[in-house]
């Protein structure tokens, strides 16, 4: 089957340039913060690029966060409009020109050519694996499709889960801001928009990690290391299906954030607008997901703190910038404040619906612990550090290595490095460890427990490990850095001389070559295949399930009440009928919805239809039911043969292969 959508070379040329365009809003926020915030001055193209790109977000999330409906296309292609009058203000005076010309010199530096190649590669890499792809996990991508349905139909981003069911929406929504603007730009097919636009988020994690090396540890090759090891070798984009959409949304900024750290450990007080210009970009990546912010924030406070040579009234002050971070912060999540404010029971159940089991949290069970932060087991399941057994080998190696080199290296400019990783990994280990104990039963550390996430916050834990592996690459590509410009070739004997210079350079280039081609040939090879493997788990969609999802979106009526097996790609319904109720939605709290869901649920999945499930239907007020094939390994799907065999009292509305679309009448 060919999923609607578009081409991949239409698509691949569509997203670089709707990046470009929210890059272009972005840089005009740049231009206007910079005065108060000096980091957003910086002249590094691919820093000042990716930072102009997540401020771009930044500004389409405010717009749709603004309960006053204005998320549409016209306001949106005017913030865009908007930014290009700012670029040509800039242009008259001639700023702009000497900035583009500075990027422009930067850009062609041999390691940002290394990087933004690194990005181009991971970017046709997921490409290639997801358009193929009918949609994405019909669990975590249907939740998405339905929150982005709720922000095109109302103009606003959601609280609220009405009419779906009550209660207020706590999930960060950064990320149906993003969808939301694809959707309204390019008329993507909504069961596939959260698919088609990850791929090109995995592909600036590369450059984040350029940006991050060429900070913490000095060098531009080092920068390019960080990005050849986030594009081919460590865990950077690895978490699609086993993660989620949002985690690899937030990943690259989080990162960029995550460089900031030396300005924490400077001997002069951080810049007020630097702090609240770090502040208000942490509180955006926790709008789009919130475990980044969770660890990153600890992290800079505690390494900050830590300087051995700062006084206590250098550490007063890092506290004070530190504490206005935090204030800067709680504004990207303002809408989450506001569903406390206003308060609710149980999140996202329907009206009647119990509470959860007693115990029901995020905890970690203590047995998993270990698999959550130990990067040494090699188990099959063990797979944090990369699911192609050799890479997982190398990286353990790599990893051994790095450490070794951290600690017999200790030049001062890698400091910021060390500060990340060890009290960055500690803070997160910590974090998992709060996780277990919520296990205990205490309902106060539950209550925390749900507002993070374990397995994210192992990808964090493993993507730092990962970039501690990085750093014998770094190590040796800076070495052939400094060598070959070094090169000089005496007159008095120039072939031993040019042979001898060639190999101060080449040996460690070599070297390098090695450690990343298992990445570049197992990619492909051995990666690609794994991940086919795990969409068609996750989402088995056929032509006739797309076309059942067109029909009921063009002939249901408005309000009415539909019912949909879990996991059924029927889950995606919102994004094509957005007057419709879906019984229910994949949210929190969803498998313990009242009695009656559960009940006609199991029947269906069964395969009968008792009078005592036709009742059960009454109470739900349902209208039509959705029977699709088994979409997910996940759940079970409807059986049509109870409905079928009772066809006057469910009547088939629409049907094509395995498909159907049936209605419900009660008298009938």
């Known amino acids: ?41 910086t002249r590094d193209p691919i820093e000042r690029a990716l930072l102009a790109f997540y401020l771009g977000g930044a500004a389409v999330f405010l717009i749709a966060a603004v309960s006053v409906g204005a998320f549409a296309l016209p306001v949106l292609l005017a913030a865009v409009a908007l930014g290009a009058v700012l670029a040509g203000v800039r242009l008259r005076r001639g700023s702009a020109v000497r900035d583009l010309g500075a990027m422009a010199v930067g850009l062609r530096r041999p390691a940002a050519l290394v990087a933004v190649g690194s990005a181009v590669a991971l970017f046709a890499f997921e490409l290639a694996v997801a358009l193929p792809v009918a949609t994405g996990n019909t669990f975590d991508s249907s939740v998405l499709t339905l929150f982005t349905a709720i922000l095109r139909h109302g103009g606003s981003l959601p609280i609220s889960l009405v009419p779906y069911s009550s209660g207020g929406i706590l999930y960060p929504q950064g990320a149906t801001a993003w969808f939301g603007w694809a959707e309204l730009l390019f008329g993507l097919p909504p069961a596939r928009t959260s698919l088609l636009v990850t791929p090109l988020f995995f592909a600036l994690a590369p450059l984040s990690g350029y940006v991050l090396g060429r900070r913490l540890l000095g060098t531009e090759a080092a ?80 390494v900050g703190l830590a300087v051995s040579d700062a006084g206590v009234r ?73 699911s192609v057994p050799a890479l997982r080998l190398e990286l353990i190696v790599l990893l051994v290595a790095g450490a070794l080199l951290l600690i017999v290296r200790r030049p001062k400019v890698e400091a910021g ?55 014998p690459l770094a190590y040796v590509l800076s070495r052939a850095s400094e060598a070959f410009s070094e090169t000089s070739v005496p007159v008095a004997e120039p072939a031993r001389a040019a042979r001898r210079s060639t190999t101060k350079w080449l040996a460690p280039a070599l070297v390098a070559a090695a450690l990343v081609a298992p990445g570049l040939i197992l990619t492909p090879v051995q990666l690609a295949p794994q991940l086919r493997s795990t969409y068609d788990d996750f989402s088995s969609v056929s032509a006739a399930d797309f076309a059942l999802l067109a029909y009921a979106g063009a002939h249901l009526p408005a309000g009415a009440r539909v019912l949909v097996a879990p996991g059924s790609v029927a ?64 759940w079970p799907a409807f059986s049509p043969a109870p409905l079928l065999n009772a066809s006057g ?6 049907h094509e292969d395995d498909a159907y679309l049936f209605a419900y009448t009660p008298s009938g």
């Open 314 to 386: 250098a550490r007063l002050a890092t506290l004070a910038r530190w504490a206005a971070a935090v204030a800067a912060a709680l504004v990207g999540i303002v809408p989450n404040l506001y569903v406390l404010y206003l308060g609710r029971s149980v999140p996202g159940l329907p009206p009647g619906a119990g509470a959860p089991p007693g115990g029901t949290s995020n905890a970690l069970a203590a047995s998993a612990f270990v698999p959550h932060v130990d990067p040494f087991l090699l188990g099959a399941g063990d797979v944090a550090l990369s």
């Open 571 to 634: 889950e995606f319904l919102p994004g094509y009928a957005g007057a419709v109720v879906v019984l229910y939605p994949m949210t929190t709290g969803w498998p313990w919805a009242n009695a009656s869901y559960l009940a006609v649920v199991s029947d269906l999945t069964n395969g009968t239809m008792p009078p005592a499930g036709l009742a059960d239907l009454n109470a739900l007020a349902v209208g039509y039911l959705m029977v699709t094939q088994r979409n997910t390994v996940l």
């Open 417 to 471: 490095f060390r500060g990340l990783v060890l009290v960055g990994g500690w803070v997160l280990v910590g974090l998992l460890a709060l996780l277990v104990a919520a296990g205990g039963g205490d309902r106060v550390l539950a209550a925390v427990a749900n507002l993070t996430n374990a397995d994210e916050l192992t990808f964090w834990l493993f993507l730092l490990y990962g970039l501690v592996a990085a750093v």
């Open 223 to 302: 920068g390019a290391a960080f990005a050849l090891a986030l594009a081919a070798l460590g865990p950077g984009s690895r978490a699609l299906v086993g993660g989620s959409n949002d985690l690899v949304l937030s990943v690259p900024l989080v990162l960029l954030l995550a460089a900031q750290l030396p300005t924490w450990m400077a001997r002069a007080p951080l810049a007020w607008g630097d702090a609240a210009g770090f502040g208000l970009l942490a509180g955006y990546s926790a709008a789009i997901n919130p475990t980044g912010a969770e660890w990153l924030l600890p992290t800079v406070l505690l």
């Open 1 to 41: 089957m060919s999923p609607p959508g578009p081409a991949g070379a239409e698509w691949a040329v569509a997203l670089v340039a709707w990046a470009a365009a929210t890059a272009l809003v972005g840089d005009g926020v740049r231009w206007l913060g910079a005065r108060w915030v000096p980091w957003w001055r």
């Open 649 to 654: 009292t469910f009547p088939i509305a629409w």
